[in-house]
């Protein structure tokens, strides 16, 4: 179920691509809840699941995720946390190469690995699983990010969406790989730590570069306010 729920967020995040390309200010409000709600997951929840392993050297592998993070969005143009958004009136920002394509498939194997030990066959009990919703909600935007970037880019819808269910398969993947292969689940917090320190970088970006200005508003501040609320008191 939950490798369903992982791949349903970029087919979500296709339809809405596709259905409110006029509604930009809706998109960067939502945009703004993901960041939002997955800066609150990661240090409500994963951050302490990672430092309860008792492995000593946690916070080093969450700077290799940092900086894993720096490296790919280097490639990806920082698609990752939409970053292509605000240089749309650029053409060579909107063209979408296979490097960039590569990049943000990487990124999305690897935040597939928190998932892993999260098997459940109801929606109810993936619902309750606040790591998996929160890769859910940041997926939804940037997979309509990325399908736009498809669409811009010259490539023919149906050739879009069959690079965009690929990437859709990505997450899925690490998950199950991470869930499956003893070597991974051996040094699971040490991945876990590489996963955080990419979402800690992906989402402060995100609530920062969310606004043309780069400048808080009051929409802005109170979405922020909303997503970390509810990932505190519902989880």
């Known amino acids: 179920m939950s490798y369903i729920i992982l791949f349903m967020a970029v087919v979500i995040g296709a339809v809405i691509g596709e259905l409110i390309k ?6 960067k409000l939502f945009l703004t809840f993901s960041g939002a709600f997955l800066l609150a ?6 951050l302490p699941g990672v430092y309860k392993s008792g492995f000593e050297k946690i916070g080093l592998y969450i700077m290799i995720g940092v900086f894993i993070q720096l490296l790919l969005e280097y490639i990806s143009n920082g698609m990752e946390h939409a970053h292509q958004t605000h240089n749309a009136e650029k053409k060579n920002h909107s063209m979408f190469t296979i490097p960039m394509y590569i990049s943000i498939s990487i990124h999305a194997f690897l935040e597939g690995a928190p998932v892993a030990g999260h098997e459940h066959t109801h929606l109810i009990d993936e619902i309750s699983n606040p790591i998996l919703m929160g890769i859910f909600i940041h997926k939804i935007p940037i997979a309509s990010i990325i399908y736009s970037a498809f669409r811009e880019s010259g490539r ?7 690079y965009l269910a690929l990437f859709g398969l990505m997450s899925p993947l690490g998950s199950f790989l991470a869930n499956n292969i003893p070597l991974l689940l051996e040094y699971k917090a040490q991945i876990n730590a590489i996963v955080i320190g990419i979402f800690l970088h992906i989402s402060t970006t995100i609530l920062f570069e969310s606004s043309s200005t780069h400048k808080f508003n ?9 997503a970390t609320t509810l990932v505190y008191f519902s989880y």
Not at 41 to 46: I, N, Q
Not at 218 to 226: C, D, H, N, S
């Open 218 to 226: 009051y929409a802005k501040l109170t979405v922020i306010a909303f």
């Open 41 to 46: 997951v990661t240090v409500f929840h994963l």
């Open 22 to 27: 006029p509604y930009e200010k809706i998109k």
């Open 156 to 162: 023919s819808k149906t050739t879009s969406i069959i």
